[in-house]
Nanobody, 125 residues
Framework: QLQLAESGGGLVQPGGSLRLSCDISGFTLDSYNIGWFRQGSGKARDGVSCISNRDGTTYYADSAKGRFTISRDNAKKMVYLQMNSLKPEDTGIYYC??????????????????WGQGIEVTVSS
């Protein structure tokens, strides 16, 4: 049903900024969450941030708080992740994903049914 596509990744120096975009296409239900996950080389895929399209409720992992901001544009079916003050440990493949009845207060991989292909973010000097 849903198709998700990420854009906006690339190479940036430590302290720099990037904005990732998630384009949502295909059939879309009214109520769902869009989450951003990160997977570093040889590491688990962990949740970074998510947002409800219904009421705008947001969640941030501790590593993202104060530096990242998630936002939505429901009319355009877009979700954004603004990443500031980037650190080398932010490097990885970033995925956007959709969940329809996610566990609240956390981001569990098993809750997310639709995934984008991922996009690389490299933070390096």
């Amino acid at each position: 049903q849903l198709q998700l596509a990420e854009s906006g990744g690339g190479l940036v120096q430590p302290g720099g900024s990037l904005r990732l975009s998630c384009d949502i296409s295909g059939f879309t239900l009214d109520s769902y969450n869009i989450g951003w996950f990160r997977q570093g080389s040889g590491k688990a895929r962990d949740g970074v941030s998510c947002i409800s399209n219904r009421d705008g409720t947001t969640y941030y992992a501790d590593s993202a708080k104060g530096r990242f901001t998630i936002s939505r544009d429901n009319a355009k079916k877009m979700v954004y992740l603004q990443m500031n003050s980037l650190k080398p440990e932010d490097t990885g493949i970033y995925y956007c994903a959709a969940a329809f009845r996610p566990t609240q207060g956390t981001m569990l991989l098993r809750d997310y049914s639709y995934w984008g292909q991922g996009i690389e973010v490299t933070v390096s000097s």
